[in-house]
Protein backbone atom coordinates (compact mmCIF):
# COMPACT_ATOMS: atom_id res chain seq x y z
CA UNK A 1 0.00 0.00 0.00
CA UNK A 2 1.37 3.69 -0.86
CA UNK A 3 0.39 6.42 0.94
CA UNK A 4 1.27 10.02 0.89
CA UNK A 5 1.24 13.03 2.92
CA UNK A 6 2.92 14.33 6.03
CA UNK A 7 0.47 13.86 8.67
CA UNK A 8 -0.10 10.08 7.54
CA UNK A 9 3.49 8.87 6.83
CA UNK A 10 4.34 10.12 10.21
CA UNK A 11 1.79 8.36 11.46
CA UNK A 12 2.45 5.45 9.34
CA UNK A 13 5.85 5.81 10.88
CA UNK A 14 4.88 5.95 14.45
CA UNK A 15 3.02 2.62 14.51
CA UNK A 16 6.13 0.71 12.52
CA UNK A 17 4.13 0.17 8.94
CA UNK A 18 6.81 1.74 7.06
CA UNK A 19 9.03 -0.01 4.06
CA UNK A 20 10.40 2.29 2.55
CA UNK A 21 9.78 6.54 1.60
CA UNK A 22 10.35 8.46 -0.83
CA UNK A 23 11.31 12.28 0.19
CA UNK A 24 11.71 15.79 -1.90
CA UNK A 25 14.80 16.49 -2.70
CA UNK A 26 13.61 20.18 -1.83
CA UNK A 27 12.97 19.73 1.82
CA UNK A 28 11.66 21.69 4.55
CA UNK A 29 12.33 21.26 8.21
CA UNK A 30 9.25 18.61 8.41
CA UNK A 31 10.21 16.81 5.88
CA UNK A 32 13.78 16.50 6.92
CA UNK A 33 12.56 15.28 10.58
CA UNK A 34 10.30 12.24 8.80
CA UNK A 35 13.70 11.29 7.03
CA UNK A 36 14.81 11.10 10.02
CA UNK A 37 13.12 9.00 12.05
CA UNK A 38 13.13 6.88 9.19
CA UNK A 39 16.45 6.44 9.11
CA UNK A 40 16.67 6.12 12.28
CA UNK A 41 14.06 3.06 12.17
CA UNK A 42 16.47 1.28 8.90
CA UNK A 43 13.71 2.40 6.28
CA UNK A 44 14.95 2.81 2.54
CA UNK A 45 14.87 6.64 2.57
CA UNK A 46 15.36 7.64 -1.25
CA UNK A 47 15.61 11.73 -2.04
CA UNK A 48 13.65 12.53 -5.87
CA UNK A 49 12.15 15.09 -7.38
CA UNK A 50 8.39 16.41 -7.93
CA UNK A 51 7.76 14.83 -10.76
CA UNK A 52 8.59 11.51 -9.26
CA UNK A 53 6.95 12.39 -6.20
CA UNK A 54 3.71 13.24 -8.14
CA UNK A 55 4.08 9.86 -10.30
CA UNK A 56 3.65 7.77 -7.07
CA UNK A 57 1.19 9.53 -5.43
CA UNK A 58 -0.62 8.94 -9.01
CA UNK A 59 -1.65 12.87 -8.43
CA UNK A 60 -2.67 13.07 -4.87
CA UNK A 61 -1.36 15.46 -2.77
CA UNK A 62 1.69 14.83 -1.21
CA UNK A 63 3.37 17.28 0.58
CA UNK A 64 7.13 16.42 -0.57
CA UNK A 65 6.69 12.67 0.97
CA UNK A 66 5.43 8.63 -0.03
CA UNK A 67 5.71 5.98 1.65
CA UNK A 68 4.93 2.06 0.41
CA UNK A 69 3.27 0.46 3.62
CA UNK A 70 3.26 -3.22 5.04
CA UNK A 71 0.11 -4.70 4.74
CA UNK A 72 -1.96 -3.84 7.40
CA UNK A 73 -2.64 -6.94 9.96
CA UNK A 74 -6.23 -7.47 9.70
CA UNK A 75 -8.13 -8.85 12.67
CA UNK A 76 -10.89 -11.48 13.80
CA UNK A 77 -13.96 -10.20 15.84
CA UNK A 78 -12.40 -12.48 18.89
CA UNK A 79 -9.35 -11.43 18.78
CA UNK A 80 -10.95 -7.37 19.22
CA UNK A 81 -12.80 -8.80 21.72
CA UNK A 82 -10.16 -9.92 23.83
CA UNK A 83 -7.70 -7.27 23.40
CA UNK A 84 -10.15 -4.81 24.55
CA UNK A 85 -8.91 -2.52 27.37
CA UNK A 86 -12.21 -2.26 29.16
CA UNK A 87 -15.60 -2.44 28.21
CA UNK A 88 -15.50 -3.16 24.47
CA UNK A 89 -16.37 -0.59 21.83
CA UNK A 90 -16.48 -1.51 18.57
CA UNK A 91 -17.85 0.42 15.64
CA UNK A 92 -18.63 -1.37 12.45
CA UNK A 93 -19.17 -0.04 8.94
CA UNK A 94 -22.01 -1.43 6.87
CA UNK A 95 -21.31 0.03 3.34
CA UNK A 96 -19.98 3.59 3.67
CA UNK A 97 -18.09 3.48 0.48
CA UNK A 98 -16.48 7.56 0.37
CA UNK A 99 -12.80 7.01 1.60
CA UNK A 100 -12.85 10.73 2.84
CA UNK A 101 -16.19 9.27 5.14
CA UNK A 102 -14.02 6.42 6.16
CA UNK A 103 -10.93 7.68 6.93
CA UNK A 104 -12.77 10.37 9.22
CA UNK A 105 -14.77 7.43 10.86
CA UNK A 106 -11.16 6.12 11.79
CA UNK A 107 -9.99 9.02 13.22
CA UNK A 108 -12.86 9.45 15.42
CA UNK A 109 -12.48 5.97 16.65
CA UNK A 110 -8.86 6.34 17.59
CA UNK A 111 -9.50 9.60 19.11
CA UNK A 112 -12.32 8.20 21.61
CA UNK A 113 -9.44 4.61 21.73
CA UNK A 114 -12.50 2.18 20.17
CA UNK A 115 -11.07 -1.21 20.72
CA UNK A 116 -11.72 -2.11 16.29
CA UNK A 117 -13.24 -0.89 13.31
CA UNK A 118 -15.44 -3.83 11.64
CA UNK A 119 -15.75 -3.11 7.64
CA UNK A 120 -17.45 -4.97 4.55
CA UNK A 121 -14.61 -6.24 2.05
CA UNK A 122 -17.43 -5.33 -0.81
CA UNK A 123 -19.38 -2.10 -1.10
CA UNK A 124 -17.46 -0.59 1.09
CA UNK A 125 -14.37 2.36 1.13
CA UNK A 126 -10.89 0.49 0.75
CA UNK A 127 -8.30 1.07 2.86
CA UNK A 128 -6.82 3.83 0.20
CA UNK A 129 -4.15 6.27 0.68
CA UNK A 130 -7.32 8.65 0.20
CA UNK A 131 -8.34 7.05 3.46
CA UNK A 132 -5.38 6.52 5.22
CA UNK A 133 -4.95 10.81 4.25
CA UNK A 134 -8.45 11.34 5.79
CA UNK A 135 -7.87 9.82 8.55
CA UNK A 136 -4.72 11.95 9.58
CA UNK A 137 -2.78 8.58 9.88
CA UNK A 138 -5.10 7.27 12.40
CA UNK A 139 -5.81 4.48 10.18
CA UNK A 140 -1.60 2.66 10.95
CA UNK A 141 -3.05 2.61 14.81
CA UNK A 142 -6.75 1.39 14.87
CA UNK A 143 -7.25 -2.39 15.02
CA UNK A 144 -9.28 -2.94 11.52
CA UNK A 145 -11.99 -6.40 11.30
CA UNK A 146 -12.55 -6.96 7.35
CA UNK A 147 -15.60 -9.23 7.10
CA UNK A 148 -17.85 -10.76 4.11
CA UNK A 149 -21.24 -10.42 5.76
CA UNK A 150 -22.57 -7.35 8.40
CA UNK A 151 -25.60 -8.67 9.18
CA UNK A 152 -24.12 -12.33 9.90
CA UNK A 153 -21.55 -9.93 11.83
CA UNK A 154 -23.77 -8.26 13.87
CA UNK A 155 -25.27 -11.87 15.32
CA UNK A 156 -21.38 -13.29 16.09
CA UNK A 157 -21.18 -9.96 17.94
CA UNK A 158 -24.17 -10.69 20.02
CA UNK A 159 -23.10 -14.42 20.68
CA UNK A 160 -19.55 -12.63 22.07
CA UNK A 161 -21.74 -10.51 24.51
CA UNK A 162 -22.00 -7.54 22.41
CA UNK A 163 -25.04 -5.32 22.06
CA UNK A 164 -25.28 -3.45 18.52
CA UNK A 165 -27.23 0.16 18.13
CA UNK A 166 -27.75 0.98 14.61
CA UNK A 167 -27.39 5.18 14.14
CA UNK A 168 -30.98 5.62 11.62
CA UNK A 169 -32.20 8.98 11.25
CA UNK A 170 -35.60 7.79 11.23
CA UNK A 171 -35.53 6.07 14.51
CA UNK A 172 -38.11 7.70 17.61
CA UNK A 173 -35.26 6.72 19.66
CA UNK A 174 -32.73 8.92 20.80
CA UNK A 175 -29.28 7.99 20.82
CA UNK A 176 -28.97 9.23 24.52
CA UNK A 177 -31.73 7.03 25.63
CA UNK A 178 -30.23 3.50 25.59
CA UNK A 179 -27.25 1.94 27.58
CA UNK A 180 -24.14 2.75 25.61
CA UNK A 181 -21.41 1.57 28.70
CA UNK A 182 -22.64 -1.60 28.38
CA UNK A 183 -20.28 -4.14 25.83
CA UNK A 184 -21.27 -2.43 22.37
CA UNK A 185 -21.02 -1.75 18.70
CA UNK A 186 -22.20 1.20 17.03
CA UNK A 187 -23.14 0.56 13.27
CA UNK A 188 -22.86 2.83 11.11
CA UNK A 189 -24.99 2.86 7.53
CA UNK A 190 -23.67 4.24 4.16
CA UNK A 191 -24.19 7.54 2.82
CA UNK A 192 -27.25 8.51 1.88
CA UNK A 193 -28.73 5.27 2.09
CA UNK A 194 -28.37 4.44 5.72
CA UNK A 195 -28.62 0.53 7.39
CA UNK A 196 -29.66 -1.90 4.76
CA UNK A 197 -32.59 -4.02 5.99
CA UNK A 198 -31.33 -6.69 7.06
CA UNK A 199 -28.26 -4.88 9.43
CA UNK A 200 -31.36 -2.73 10.56
CA UNK A 201 -33.58 -5.72 11.89
CA UNK A 202 -30.38 -7.43 13.52
CA UNK A 203 -29.68 -4.05 15.52
CA UNK A 204 -30.54 -4.25 19.25
CA UNK A 205 -31.64 -0.67 18.70
CA UNK A 206 -32.06 1.82 16.46
CA UNK A 207 -30.93 5.49 17.49
CA UNK A 208 -31.45 9.06 16.17
CA UNK A 209 -29.94 12.41 16.89
CA UNK A 210 -31.77 15.34 17.16
CA UNK A 211 -32.28 16.98 14.40
CA UNK A 212 -33.04 21.18 15.42
CA UNK A 213 -32.32 22.74 12.04
CA UNK A 214 -33.55 22.92 8.77
CA UNK A 215 -31.26 19.93 7.19
CA UNK A 216 -32.80 16.17 8.23
CA UNK A 217 -29.32 14.15 9.10
CA UNK A 218 -25.52 14.80 9.37
CA UNK A 219 -22.86 13.40 7.94
CA UNK A 220 -22.08 9.69 9.42
CA UNK A 221 -18.74 10.46 10.41
CA UNK A 222 -19.99 13.80 12.37
CA UNK A 223 -22.75 11.62 13.57
CA UNK A 224 -20.33 9.08 14.61
CA UNK A 225 -18.46 10.85 16.63
CA UNK A 226 -21.61 12.74 18.40
CA UNK A 227 -22.37 8.76 20.10
CA UNK A 228 -18.91 7.53 20.77
CA UNK A 229 -18.09 10.65 23.10
CA UNK A 230 -21.39 10.58 24.54
CA UNK A 231 -21.00 6.84 25.45
CA UNK A 232 -16.91 7.35 26.27
CA UNK A 233 -18.18 10.31 28.78
CA UNK A 234 -20.82 7.80 30.20
CA UNK A 235 -17.79 4.83 30.69
CA UNK A 236 -15.69 8.01 32.38
CA UNK A 237 -18.41 8.82 34.58
CA UNK A 238 -18.34 5.27 36.10
CA UNK A 239 -14.94 4.64 36.05
CA UNK A 240 -14.82 1.98 33.18
Known amino acids: MTIFGIHSVAEALRADSVLQVWVSNRRDRRLKQLMEQAERRGIDVRSVDRAELDRLANGGAHQGVVAHLAQFRQYGLAELMESASGVPLIVVVDGVEDPQNFGAIVRTADAVGVDGVVYQTRRAAPTSAAAMRASAGAMAHVRLAPVV ?92
Open 149 to 240: NIARTIEELKSLGVWSVGLDASAPLRYHEVDLDQPLALVLGAEGKGLRRLVRERCDWLVSLPMCGQVSSLNVSVAAGVVLYEAIRRRGERGR
